[in-house]
């Protein structure tokens, strides 16, 4: 009982330390914060509509942005994590592929954008590409953990039957993982499509570069409006993935 | 003795020993041989070797000594492919794929001879098709191709592994406890449906159980205890093939 009581504490008076020496308990600081939010609200209320145009047009390409990225991600996911997986591959080449996964996600998607911006220029094909990168390190890598804990029954049972690794992988794999797969994908997608709601601020397309043009004008009633409009896009894809795994997992209770 | 030549021994094990790294051995010198087109049980407690044993003859897992020889040929390495032909195995909890359909997992058991075009795409050729059903029909469950499988009963599952190894076609069936979970009457009834397989196919079986009530369903009893094979009813069968090994 002492022992289950002595982490927590631990981890309470750490918290403590971090938060002192941020300024977490200077009371004069938080009063301000407090009165100063209450200004910002009042000058995003109410929003301006007027800029509905605009920034739903860009809203729209940076949900295509997400859409596509991370399609063209999980593509690419599904040979690199079959490689990173050790049931199938020796250590050799399921550990390269383990490492470029990890490489890959070790940059962040600002910073993919960053880098594709470099590469290709401004504009969306930079953002998509950049969540498409980093949509390849994360999937990879929970998909090839996924496949090896694949029941090693089921794979000696398929293996006896003289199947072959490709074999394996499309009969064994992927219809076992399913629920798995579909899952991690969508969450992949709700993830970037907020996530791909600022790569408009490093010049990669969609609505952060309007978000970041009325930051910066101090034109926060304006600003208000695209956060509702990204707030119903965000509940949107909840609502769609909802949809999504209600029609396609399968649950005992069907 | 007499009438016994080695086209009647389907699979022979020699002196099989077994350990997991530096553990205890869990098989010390196991000989076996089954009778071809028989099915033979092999008993035991939990925890007697025979889930390893079955594995070994199988392929799956390599023994430390010994060696197992099917139809003349000697099991040397894993090589999963061309053993297909030779042996079927179906494990304790039978190593079905639950997300799909019962006749997709029968026909996995063709995946052996068929390549890769195709069948990475699903499509399998009729006539393989046709015998996955005319497999699920014998097992009785033919009205339940299109049903997957984890909506299935246990009843069903265990007729869908063995239609998937009826399928493989192979010479030998190693089938490990896989009617344990079932009530006396159904596991009688699969037993019963194998034995028939097994005289009309001249498939050999060898099926692991803890059960004793289901013993008489085998026309020889292999029994392990403690890691060794006891005497019993195929002794005679080892003695002979391997005395003409030697010669």
Not at chain 1, 213 to 241: F, K, N, W
């Amino acid at each position: 009982m002492r022992i289950n009581l002595l982490v927590p504490a631990c981890l309470m008076i750490l918290l403590a330390i971090v938060l002192a020496e941020f300024g977490f308990f200077d009371g004069a600081r938080l009063l301000r914060g407090l009165r100063n939010l209450g200004i910002l609200t009042s000058e995003m209320i109410p929003p301006d509509t007027g800029v509905l145009p605009v920034a739903g047009k860009a809203l729209w390409e940076t949900v295509q942005m997400s859409f596509a990225g991370t399609l063209l991600g999980f593509i690419a996911s599904l040979p690199l994590s079959v490689l990173g997986t050790r049931h199938l591959f020796s250590p050799l080449v399921s550990g390269a592929a383990r490492f470029a996964a990890a490489a890959i996600r070790t940059i962040p998607v600002l910073l993919w954008a960053i880098i594709f911006v470099i590469l290709v220029g401004l504009g969306p094909l930079a953002g998509t590409l950049g969540i498409g990168a980093y949509t390849v390190g994360y999937l990879a890598k929970i998909y090839a953990d996924l496949f090896e804990g694949t029941d090693p029954e089921v794979i000696e049972a398929v293996q006896s039957t003289g199947a072959s690794k490709l074999h394996l992988v499309r009969f064994v794999f992927l219809p076992e993982g399913a629920n798995a797969i579909l899952t991690q994908l969508l969450f992949m997608l709700e993830y970037n499509v907020r996530a791909s709601s600022i790569l408009g601020f490093v010049g990669a397309g969609g609505i952060g570069f309007v978000m970041q043009i009325y930051l910066q004008t101090l034109e926060y009633r304006r600003l208000a409006t695209v956060l509702l409009l990204i707030l119903v896009v965000v509940l949107a894809m909840d609502g769609l993935s909802a949809w999504m795994r209600k029609r396609f997992l399968l649950t005992a209770a069907q | 003795m007499s009438g016994i030549d080695s086209n009647d021994i389907a699979l022979r094990a020699d002196d099989i020993s077994f350990a997991y790294q530096d553990e205890a051995w869990i098989l010390k010198d196991v000989s076996l041989a089954l009778p071809r087109g028989k099915l033979t049980m092999l008993m035991g407690p939990s925890g007697s070797g025979k889930t390893t044993l079955l594995k070994i003859l199988a392929g799956i897992i390599k023994p430390q000594r010994g060696r197992v020889v099917v139809l003349n040929h000697a099991i040397e390495r894993r090589d999963q492919r061309r053993l297909a032909p030779l042996i079927g195995y179906i494990p304790q909890q039978l190593g079905l794929v639950r997300n799909v359909t019962a006749m997709e997992n029968v026909l996995m058991g063709a995946l052996g001879r068929c390549g890769h075009g195709k069948t990475l795409l699903g499509i399998f050729p009729r006539h393989e098709i046709e015998q996955a059903q005319a497999a699920l029909d014998l097992m009785g469950i033919g009205h339940k191709s299109a049903e997957t499988v984890f909506r299935m009963s246990g009843g069903e599952r265990q007729r869908v592994a063995i239609a998937r190894t009826l399928l493989q076609r192979p010479q030998v069936v190693l089938a490990d406890e896989f009617v344990s979970d079932l009530d006396l009457a159904l596991a009688s009834e699969i037993l019963g449906r194998m034995r028939r397989a097994a005289a009309i196919e001249q498939i050999t079986f060898l099926i692991s159980m803890h059960r004793v009530g289901l013993r008489d369903f085998g026309d020889h009893i292999l029994t392990l205890n403690d890691g060794q094979v006891a005497p019993g009813s195929t002794d005679r069968f080892y003695a002979q093939s391997s005395a003409e090994a030697r010669s």
